[in-house]
């Protein structure tokens, strides 16, 4: 499997942008999937994700602004988020897992796409 993620860039705070993981290879909708954040000289940290069952979960962090979506047909993930704060500032991977959820041993990742909020 084959990870790409996409949509990041400059935004000023309160703004929104969508991220993007296209999938390739060897595909399978019951994967768990979603996304993870590192911001400079800090651990990778869960941000939103679809556990292998289909539900989704956020953490604490961006519940509330953030949205995670997918399209099976196309084999792709969103990130949608909105209200965006300094502190939302990072490179974000997605991630894709055999398992129940994502971890950050997860079998699958995505380059990464920088986020920048500016205050």
């Known amino acids: 499997v084959q990870l790409q993620a996409s949509g990041g860039g400059l935004v000023q705070a309160g703004g929104s942008l969508r991220l993007s993981c296209a999938a390739s290879?060897?595909?399978?909708?019951?994967?768990?999937t979603g996304w993870f954040r590192q911001a400079p000289g800090k651990e990778r940290e869960f941000v939103a994700g679809?556990?292998?069952?289909?539900?989704?979960y956020y953490s604490d962090s961006v519940k509330g602004r953030f949205t995670i979506s997918r399209d099976n047909a196309k084999n792709t993930v969103y990130l949608q988020m909105n209200s965006l704060k300094p502190e939302d500032t990072a490179v974000y991977y997605c991630a894709a897992d055999r398992g129940v959820v994502i971890t950050t041993a997860s079998d699958y990742w995505g380059q990464g796409t920088q986020v920048t909020v500016s205050s």
């Open positions: 290879g060897r595909t399978s909708s019951s994967y768990a």
């Open positions: 679809f556990k292998r069952s289909g539900g989704t």
